[in-house]
């Protein structure tokens, strides 16, 4: 299933209502409504945001701002003790726009307004962003299944998040088995992030897409992606947790079918092996995180061998911070430190290539919310990067907090490209490139929620541009067709400029 396409959402909401249908008939008792065990619950959120100078350079798009919203109502009902439903409807759209087709909708954005969302999303315009049945202690006490469109959060969303500052977010058609104990948790899943069967998603215009769940004609179950994952949390001692995982991504698309440095790209079997150790101690909490990642993946030339290179690539993180409980408005100092392996073949030749040296080494980030990881600006993902960051936090009082952040931005292979934090290419490195520090960032918030139910915030963050984009704007001035980026958009060396004012009511 292409997760970007609204049909999809519409087709999981009809297998949702036909296992509810084929409940009720085979048990009557399932029609009975009792509205203690209703709940509805939503969301109202409205945002506005700018950007300058997103482009680094003089055209005309390179400035920015939208109005944006999203609206969520959900529905849950516990049919039973152990066996229950949830259904979310979202409509999330930029204004000015009836969402007619892709124009206007709150989709992945690269330049940054609306959202800066990864290849997982549920698509604009009103669409179901969750759908399941959820049934516990299946056979046994603490074993339990959830099937159907649901959010799926692993540790600090590095690798699988909502992305809840997207205004559409992400969200999965997954099945998973989880088992709850006092000392440990463990999560079975399997995902269908593309789904040849219908046509990747039944673009708009598709004819077999219209009221046909298996069109005519189309490719049958052999060209999918899928994600398997293995999550374990043992809980050794109290706010501790050791957290090993394991994911599959497997794509099965043909070479060719997206470039190498795309997300989640095609002909891929790629091994994630990592873990993450988190917790708190007095006012000191802190949390590290690793993985590496192996197996193939197609270099997507004109007649390669499918998976023909090897995957070799790793990640890093980590956080440390210290709240000082006994001080006025509690603060809290803390250090991050990211890092993210890259490639020095991506964009060389010869007898530098991917394809001569048979491997490839740059980390892909799967399905994160990265937003506040990597700066709020969203300028960076977690591959092919390295970053240092130093916080602070202020809470004014028990429903505000203010915080003050300064990130330093490189990259890890300066010969390998700068992806931004929807993962795409923001800009394309030279083979020539030697400069590796991109710029530094500030980002300055606040949040306070009114009346328990009214969320307010505000943001401001300024990008100091680095050498990277300072040398590109020199070679493009001194005439040089090209520098460390590619596209002529750097010309200049200007600063950028990015804020948002949003507010939401939760109930």
Same mark, same amino acid.
């Given at each position: 299933?292409?997760?970007? $396409? ?23 008792a399932f029609a009975k409504v009792d509205v203690d065990k209703l ?6 959120? @409205? ?20 109005? *944006? ?30 969402? @007619? ?9 690269? !330049?940054?307004?609306?959202?800066? *969302? ?5 698509? *604009? ?27 799926? &959060?692993?540790?600090? /969303? ?68 899928? &994600? ?58 802190? !949390? ?20 023909n290179l090897h995957i070799n690539a790793h990640q890093e993180a ?8 006994? @001080? ?6 803390g250090i991050e430190f990211n890092y993210a392996s890259g490639d ?41 990067? @390295? ?9 004014? !009082? ?15 292979? $300066? ?12 800009? $394309? ?32 963050? /300024? ?30 060396? *200007? ?8 507010? !939401?009511?939760?109930?």
């Open positions: 299933m292409d997760i970007r $396409t609204r049909l999809s959402g519409w087709m999981a909401l009809a297998v949702f209502a036909t296992v509810g249908g084929a409940m009720v008939a085979a048990d009557p709940t509805v619950s939503g969301e109202i959120r @409205v945002r506005y945001e700018y950007r300058t100078q997103a482009n680094f350079g003089t055209s005309a798009n390179s400035n920015e701002s939208a109005g *944006s919203h999203r609206v969520r109502i959900g529905v849950g009902y516990d049919l039973t003790p152990d066996v229950s439903f949830f259904a979310q409807v979202q409509d999330a759209r930029v204004w000015g726009s009836e969402c @007619v087709g892709a124009a206007g909708c709150a989709t992945a954005n690269t !330049s940054g307004i609306g959202t800066v *969302s990864s290849n997982n999303q549920n698509g *604009s315009g009103v669409d179901l962003h969750q759908g399941y049945i959820q049934v516990k202690n299946v056979l046994v006490p603490g074993l339990g299944l959830k099937l159907g469109r649901q959010e799926i &959060i692993y540790g600090d /969303h590095r690798l699988f998040g909502n992305f809840g500052w997207s205004q559409v977010g992400n969200a999965f058609d997954a099945a998973k088995v989880m088992w709850t104990s006092e000392m440990v948790d463990v999560d079975l899943f399997w995902a269908r992030i593309i789904e040849s069967e219908v046509a990747a998603g039944c673009a708009a215009g598709n004819a077999n897409c219209s009221g046909v769940i298996f069109p005519v004609g189309q490719t049958k179950s052999t060209t999918d992606q899928d &994600i398997y994952g293995a999550y374990v949390t043992f809980k050794p001692a109290a706010s501790w947790t050791i957290e090993p995982y394991y994911f599959l991504l497997k794509d099965s698309r043909p070479p060719g079918s997206t470039a190498l440095i795309t997300p989640q790209a095609s002909s891929q079997a790629r091994n994630i092996l990592g873990g993450r150790i988190n917790g708190k101690a007095g006012g000191l909490d802190a !949390s590290l995180e690793a993985d590496m990642q192996f197996g193939s993946i197609s270099s997507n030339t004109v007649g390669a061998p499918s998976d980590a956080k440390l911070g210290y709240t000082f409980a006994a @001080v006025p408005m509690k603060p809290r100092i020095d073949c991506v964009n060389k030749t010869g007898v530098n290539s991917c394809v001569s040296r048979g491997s490839f080494n740059t980390a892909d980030n799967l399905y994160p919310t990265n937003h506040f990881h990597m700066g709020y600006m969203d300028l960076m993902a977690w591959k092919n990067m @390295v970053n240092y960051a130093v916080m602070f936090d202020l809470k004014p !009082s028990d429903v505000s907090k203010f915080q003050v952040n300064f990130i330093i931005h490189r990259l890890a292979r $300066t010969t390998d490209n700068w992806y931004r934090a929807s993962q795409g290419v923001y800009a $394309t490195s030279l083979a020539t490139n030697q400069e590796a520090s991109l710029g530094q960032e500030l980002d300055i918030h606040y949040w306070h929620t009114f009346k328990e139910k009214f969320k307010f915030e505000v943001g401001y963050g /300024h990008f100091f541009t680095g050498a990277y984009i300072e040398k590109s704007a020199a070679q493009v001035a001194s005439g040089a067709s090209t520098g460390p980026a590619s596209t002529a958009t750097f010309t200049n060396t *200007s600063d950028q400029n990015w804020g948002y004012v949003m507010a !939401s009511v939760l109930f």
